[in-house]
């Protein structure tokens, strides 16, 4: 199997899992007050310091364990998007988690503007600044587009919003950024980043939260007040420690000669929507009269594993990113190749030539 969807999820490393298991020997409770528990506490302590200080967490932060990506996300917005006096601006290429949660406050009052996006999938700046102005609370932009692999500058941005008005709270989803660009929280001056341990060769069901100003978050999930208050529920330890493990071996790795090498070797008509200026892990690309389901089934048959864009949207019949600058009659075909660790150059060609034949011979079965 030639696995080519590690922008959906990668494969738990050896180290991570081994840490997992090594944890789960130390059963306690973290909350509870003898001899071993508090042991447990003190190792979660020293990776909560770890995540901030590998992040690079500005003076009076702190980074809080959740069980997810999706739950850091939403605990964010309904902590911020609290008055319907205000206006919330959010990027029209978030993930699901951002994008469904500001529809959702959208669709019961509150001033939610979606920022629409250039051609590669990254926020359209001209569009933010005409709806920056003296009644914006909050914005949401994602630093790595999920679907395309575009960049967001986040620390540019940030500084344009705050000249607006430096009391704009800003959230950005870090989730496909780690590993794959420098991450500098104090140079990006934001209140809050999202990120998730699945994404970096560690365990599902956990996610953390980089929170600025800790006194002004208002906590999603309520009970016995682990996480200083700001995220109840028994902390995973196990989890923790192997997102730890995950972090730490953290590298990052050059795929842009991957990237060519795919590119290069593709044909048909299709549209390549990840361009220079986007992380080269992750491809988006569209053929033109096909469907990107098939083609995913024709090349699993094939031993190659790819996507056709976020998991968390492959039951949607139009992919909602792609649909705002691709033509209809290509986006039907949209497919996403997202590269890991353990593939090679040559695994790159290979994909490159199956998927031109896969589309070809659909494309020709379809018109006879």
């Known amino acids: 199997m030639f696995y080519f969807d590690n922008a959906s999820t990668t494969k738990i490393s050896t180290k991570s899992l081994n840490e997992y298991v090594k944890a789960s020997e130390m059963f306690f409770n973290p909350s509870a007050l003898y001899e071993q528990a508090i042991a447990v506490k003190s190792k979660i302590e020293e990776a ?19 069980g997810s990506a999706t739950e850091s996300n ?17 990027s029209a290429g978030e993930h699901s988690s951002v994008y469904e949660t500001a529809k959702h406050l959208k669709e019961i009052g509150y001033n939610v503007v979606f920022i629409p996006l250039n051609k590669n999938g990254s926020i359209n700046v001209d569009a933010l600044k005409q709806e920056l102005d003296n009644s914006v609370a909050f914005v949401s932009i994602i630093n790595v587009s999920n679907e395309t692999g575009a960049i967001n500058d986040i620390p540019s941005i940030s500084k344009l919003i705050k000249s607006y008005n430096k009391n704009i709270i800003i959230h950005s989803d870090g989730v496909q950024a780690l590993g794959k660009i420098n991450i500098d929280l104090k140079n990006f001056n934001i209140d809050y980043y999202t990120i998730s341990a699945h994404k970096i060769n560690g365990p599902k069901g956990i996610g953390g939260l980089y929170i600025a100003n800790p006194n002004k978050f208002k906590p999603l999930i309520l009970g016995g007040g682990q996480e200083m208050n700001m995220r109840s529920g028994t902390e995973n330890f196990p989890a923790i420690m192997a997102f730890k493990q995950a972090l730490k071996d953290l590298s990052f790795k050059n795929y842009s000669l991957y990237k060519q090498a795919f590119i290069s070797n593709l044909k048909g008509d299709y549209i390549l929507v990840s361009d220079e200026k986007c992380v080269d892990n992750i491809i988006s690309l569209c053929f033109k009269g096909t469907r990107g389901e098939t083609l995913e089934h024709i090349l699993e048959e094939k031993g190659f594993i790819i996507g056709t864009g976020s998991a968390c949207n492959s039951k949607a ?3 909602r990113v792609l649909q705002n600058f691709v033509p209809r009659d290509y986006i039907s075909g949209a497919v996403r190749i997202s590269f890991g660790s353990e593939i090679t150059k040559e695994d790159c060609v290979n994909l490159a030539k199956e998927l031109s034949k896969a589309a070809k011979d659909y494309k020709e079965k379809i018109s006879k």
């Open 74 to 90: 939403n605990a964010v917005l309904y902590s911020n998007i609290t008055r319907k006096d205000k206006k919330y601006l959010i």
């Open 317 to 319: 019949k139009i992919n």
């Open 48 to 66: 909560r310091q770890f995540f901030l200080n590998t992040l690079k967490g500005k003076d009076g932060a702190t980074f809080i364990f959740t």
